[in-house]
């Protein structure tokens, strides 16, 4: 009552605080410096959050862009593929790279007649092979022109990758090959904090219920986190936002 | 299973239209699973008073039926059927969620976002089974629809729903449809009309069949006789706000009459060239008008195409209102049909796209009839609050929802991808517009075009559902489940 100091000042017409604030404050404090230690985080990470999920279980989010109507969201959309490799050696990682590099100029051809990619890369994280690239238009459309282009030779890189062998040949299994790619698709947190509680409502068939009480927010996020452990941290930075790859080509004069 | 083709196997309102000038729609939901069945292995025969579903025959008809009959399943149909749960993981991942799902990519946000559907469409999970009925009059409609759910324990009638033909297959917004299909070699009116666009694999439309990418074929949902000879539909009730499309051709040609560059677009006296009745010359303002109509869609109100005619309504001689393609340029470079037009945005034949695998990979067959009277446009009557609905009852029919009628709906119809010039606008006619960011431009020869904005939404999404259209045999199949 009197730690937020407005009683105090009604009754003694100062802003003094007393012994019980200053209390408070030294028990705020100290939490703090709790979750700091050692002990503390192994409990919580390793006791606390075990024991939430398994009280609390949350659906995994699916990866990808935001749904949007938006024309300007509509372009320069991130995928951040990140699929592990069956052989989590550095042999399976050497094989990935070399996967890569036989076929890259084939790759880097079939982007550009897909059309709708401003920039793709391939990179090793650890046991995973990840490709990450920025393109524009619907996620699905632009899977599907990829395995029309380039499938049979990007089959190479996936046939490394756990559960690839059930999508390739991805010409044989198109609708199969898009919900594939999509599924390692990282999900993408929101540049609005209380998006991704709008997320899970969604994942829980509750959408519209909107609860907004941001204290919740850590420990949703954590319990989010436990489910989707690798998530893209907002859709990212776009120097010159709004314009689709065939609009910078046509600019720039290099034909699209 | 032998891909060889089966017409008689194959539901009749795929391949062809039946060209009747009515039909209705019966929304149904299944209520007793056991009587559901018994009804569809009847309806494969037409016994038990149940109508026979009306089938392909790859000939031209020796006579032609009263009365055509065919239905389409939802996902939920097919569960509420006891379909078993290994044959439902077989159909793809946008049949499964349904269009209520899909709706941002359908650019069904706002007024025509699914909260706003109307009944049945609003509660989706009740939404089974869409029959619809082609026949030449309302008494023909009315004893099939008596036959078909008329005293029976099968299904519940949630809704029905009209559209008939205005004369000469006019629609809303007064244009001529109904003009240009895809063709396929193996259906006999393939050459009543000339197109330049190829001639369209069976697999465009039916399952089991080589798709329009080589090499490539869409997933068949298993067992085989559910899935061979299937297609899907994207059926969509698309209201049209008439009076507001009017006026808004009104406003532009208002306001095109003071544009510095009005003259570019319409020559002093080309208004002689646009009649829309013969012998009747147009003011400048209402000649403006059917110009501004005229490259929304890409066609003159009367379907002459603007890439073979951009002058004119009327050409002389005559030109094809199908075998046409926007590869062809005036001597100066500059395109006849705006690139934004709708026709194009939605089918950009073999003209140049950003997405160069996708030319003729998204076509879709269209079956579709207004509902609501004819409305006829008089500037000087005001806008009356109690204007009747009016709009289309579609069908949007293709092997694989999700790369052709999603396809084109989330990449051309909105957002424009395929081409840098319209990129970041809408469909000027179906699209998701809001007046404060829409536009819309009308190319000129000597450039830089001129740019229309305030286009409202002229179309509403009303309601509609995602219908798997069984063959005779997965019909049969469904009919023969148990448990």
Known sequence: MARNGTKTKAEGGTSQKGWFDWLGDKLDQWVDWLATTKPFAFIAGRILVPYWAWRTPVKRLEGGPRPSVQPGDNVQRMMNLVMPLKDKSAVGRALAALAIAQNKDEIYAGLDNVGTVHFARFVIVDDNICMFSVYDGDFSNYIRDFIVTIGSVFDAVVELVEGGEDVIPSAKHVEKFIDWVHDHDIYQVSDVATDILRDQEEANGDAGAGNDDLRLLPRKLILQLNVNRNVSLGSGYRAYPGYSAAQVRQQFGVGW | ?483
Not at chain 2, 167 to 190: C, K, L, M, T, W
Not at chain 2, 223 to 233: I, R, V
Not at chain 2, 391 to 403: E, K, P, Q
Not at chain 2, 420 to 446: H, M, Q, Y
Request: hydrophobic share 35%; aromatic share 10%.
């Open chain 2, 1 to 483: 299973m032998s891909c060889k083709f089966n017409p008689a196997d194959v539901q009749g309102n795929i391949l062809r239209g039946y060209r009747k000038p009515r039909v209705r729609y019966l929304m149904l939901e299944i209520s007793d699973r056991a009587a559901a069945r018994r009804w569809l292995t009847a309806a494969t025969s037409g016994t038990g008073g149940v109508p026979q579903i009306a089938t392909e025959s790859g000939q031209r008809w020796a006579t032609k039926p009263d009365t055509c009959f065919n239905i389409g399943l939802t996902f939920e149909g097919l569960r509420a059927l006891g379909t078993p749960a290994a044959s439902l993981a077989t159909f793809p991942t946008e049949f499964v969620q349904g269009m209520n799902k899909r709706a941002i990519k359908l650019g069904d946000a706002g007024p025509s976002a699914p909260e706003n559907w109307e009944q049945p469409f609003n509660e989706p999970a009740r939404v089974h089974l869409i029959a619809s009925i082609y026949a030449d009059d309302v008494a023909q409609l009315d004893r099939v629809q008596h036959d078909a759910v008329g005293g029976q324990q099968a299904f519940k009638l949630l809704r029905v729903r009209d559209g008939w033909c205005f004369d000469g297959d006019y629609v809303h917004f007064n244009y001529q449809d109904n003009i240009s299909q895809p063709r396929f070699a193996e259906i006999h009116d393939r050459d009543s009309f000339s197109d330049s666009q190829p001639m369209a694999p069976l697999g465009t439309a039916l399952l089991g069949y080589p798709t329009n990418f080589e090499g490539l074929k869409w997933r068949i949902p298993e067992p085989e006789p559910l899935g061979y000879n299937g297609s899907f539909n994207a059926f969509r009730v698309l209201e049209q706000d008439v009076v507001g499309f009017e006026e808004y051709l009104t406003a532009a040609a208002t306001e095109l009459l003071e544009h510095p560059k009005v003259n570019e677009l319409l020559p002093p006296g080309a208004e002689a060239n646009i009649q829309v009745k013969e012998g009747q010359r147009l003011p400048r303002h209402d000649a403006l008008r059917e110009v501004i109509a005229a490259a929304m869609c890409g066609r003159w109100r009367n379907g002459v195409p603007l890439a073979l005619s951009p002058d004119t309504p009327n050409p002389s001689p005559d030109v094809s209102r199908t075998k046409f393609d926007y590869t062809n340029f005036d001597d100066d470079g500059a395109a006849r049909c705006p690139y934004g037009a709708h026709i194009r945005r939605c089918n950009p034949r073999g003209g140049q796209i950003v997405q160069r695998v996708a030319n003729h990979s998204r076509r879709l067959v269209r079956r579709g009839m207004p509902y609501g009277p004819a409305y006829v446009h008089d500037p000087a009557k005001p806008r009356d609050p109690n204007e009747p609905k009016r709009g289309l009852l579609g069908n949007f029919i293709g092997a694989n929802l999700g790369a052709q009628f999603e396809a084109m709906s989330c990449d051309w119809l909105n957002l424009g991808l395929q081409d840098p010039r319209i990129t970041g606008s809408n469909d000027p006619l179906l699209g998701a517009n809001e007046p404060e960011t829409s536009w819309f431009d009308l190319p000129l020869k000597s450039g830089a075009p001129i740019r229309l904005r305030g286009l409202p939404r002229f179309v509403t999404t009303k309601g509609g559902a995602y219908t798997f259209l069984p063959s005779m045999a997965a019909i049969r199949y469904l009919g023969s489940l148990t448990g």
